[in-house]
Antibody
Framework: QLQLQESGPGLVKPSETLSLTCTVS??????????WGWIRQPPGKGLEWIGS???????YYNPSLKSRVTISVDTSKNQFSLKMRSVTAANTAIYYC??????????????WGRGILVTVSS | EIVLTQSPGTLSLSPGERATLSCRAS???????LTWYQQKPGQAPRLLIY???SRASGIPDRFSGSGSGTDFTLTISRLEPADFAVYYC?????????FGQGTKVEIK
């Protein structure tokens, strides 16, 4: 069955760029039925949506992060990626990638990766 | 953006008891776009309920969702040991999608 797996550095320095990749296995990323998204969770806190992407490359972002975030997709590798610029300690969190079920509009996240802890520290 | 407020923050119950969790939205949310997730320590969230009342695949029928407008409820009819976790509601009726702050169901 379809699985998602986050990968990337677990430690990023302040002011640098956080870069993560989500690899989709057991299924194709270029399905018309889904978007693909990134969600984060600071340790011991709640969930925050970062942004989502369609296989065509269409994206939308949380307005609170939009100026610093880019999400891209590589259908040949069945992957999508997150870049977050100018990070601070406040961006320390577990970062999840997830599949987003698409109805008339995006609706809910039905499959999640295991998450990757990214710590921002010098 | 729509703010989701979950209550109570923590629910202390015993196995076999009924759990009632509330999710209140700052604006009306279409029932189609209200979702509940369960999260256990060290794990990713797991989809429980979508469309306010539809159980996801493999979710036991002791979990049920209800509500409309601004008030939604997740009910666990008889708590089992595996149900002690944190529960989040989420809305996708209005962008950006937002999550509630979570309700922790703990063993009394």
């Amino acid at each position: 069955q379809l699985q998602l797996q986050e990968s990337g550095p677990g430690l990023v320095k302040p002011s640098e760029t956080l870069s993560l990749t989500c690899t989709v296995s057991g299924g194709s990323i270029d399905s018309s039925s889904y978007y693909w998204g990134w969600i984060r969770q600071p340790p011991g806190k709640g969930l925050e949506w970062i942004g989502s992407i369609y296989y065509s490359g269409s994206t939308y972002y949380n307005p609170s992060l939009k100026s610093r975030v880019t999400i891209s997709v590589d259908t040949s590798k069945n992957q999508f990626s997150l870049k977050m610029r100018s990070v601070t300690a406040a961006n320390t969190a577990i970062y999840y990638c997830a599949r987003l079920v698409l109805g008339l509009v995006p609706m809910y996240f039905d499959l999640w990766g295991r998450g990757i802890l990214v710590t921002v520290s010098s | 953006e729509i703010v989701l407020t979950q209550s109570p923050g923590t629910l202390s119950l015993s196995p076999g008891e009924r759990a009632t969790l509330s999710c209140r939205a700052s604006q009306s949310v279409s029932s189609s776009y209200l979702t509940w997730y369960q999260q256990k320590p060290g794990q990713a969230p797991r989809l429980l309920i979508y469309g306010a009342s539809s159980r996801a695949s493999g979710i036991p029928d002791r979990f049920s969702g209800s509500g409309s407008g601004t008030d939604f409820t997740l009910t666990i009819s008889r708590l089992e040991p595996a149900d002690f976790a944190v529960y989040y509601c989420q809305q996708y009726g209005s962008s950006p999608t937002t999550f509630g702050q979570g309700t922790k169901v703990e063993i009394k």
